[in-house]
Nanobody
Framework: QVQLVESGGGLVQAGGSLRLSCAAS????????MGWFRQAPGKEREVVAT????????YYTDSVKGRFSISKDNNKNTVYLQMNSLKPEDTAVYYC????????????WGQGTQVTVSS
């Protein structure tokens, strides 16, 4: 079992920045990757950014490239999402998730944190 706790969401004006954190506990020794996803009202959940746990390979969806940065602290079992130049269309509930192996999907999810960007 893996438990994930997100923090750092809030209300920010367009052009502002936020940093999300996701702390993992429980079975943390065998992560393959962690990721950030988001779901806006009336839309499907989408992947925002992912990072592999051992070698730090990152992926970003096109709409956040150059603005968001995912990073990790293996010692703290924590993944971060630095969000800069925020836009109103970034408004969503942001979730972190864990993928235990390359052959599995993202199995464990946090409770989500709200990010609201005002215009």
């Amino acid at each position: 079992q893996v438990q994930l706790v997100e923090s750092g969401g809030g209300l920010v004006q367009a052009g502002g920045s936020l940093r999300l954190s996701c702390a993992a506990s429980g079975r943390t020794f065998s992560f393959y990757a962690m990721g950030w996803f988001r779901q806006a009202p009336g839309k499907e959940r989408e992947v925002v950014a992912t990072i592999t746990w051992n070698n730090g390979i990152t992926y970003y969806t096109d709409s956040v490239k150059g603005r968001f940065s995912i990073s990790k602290d293996n010692n703290k079992n924590t993944v971060y999402l630095q969000m800069n130049s925020l836009k109103p269309e970034d408004t969503a509930v942001y979730y972190c998730a864990v993928r235990l192996s390359v052959t599995r999907a993202y199995d464990y999810w946090g409770q989500g944190t709200q990010v609201t960007v005002s215009s």
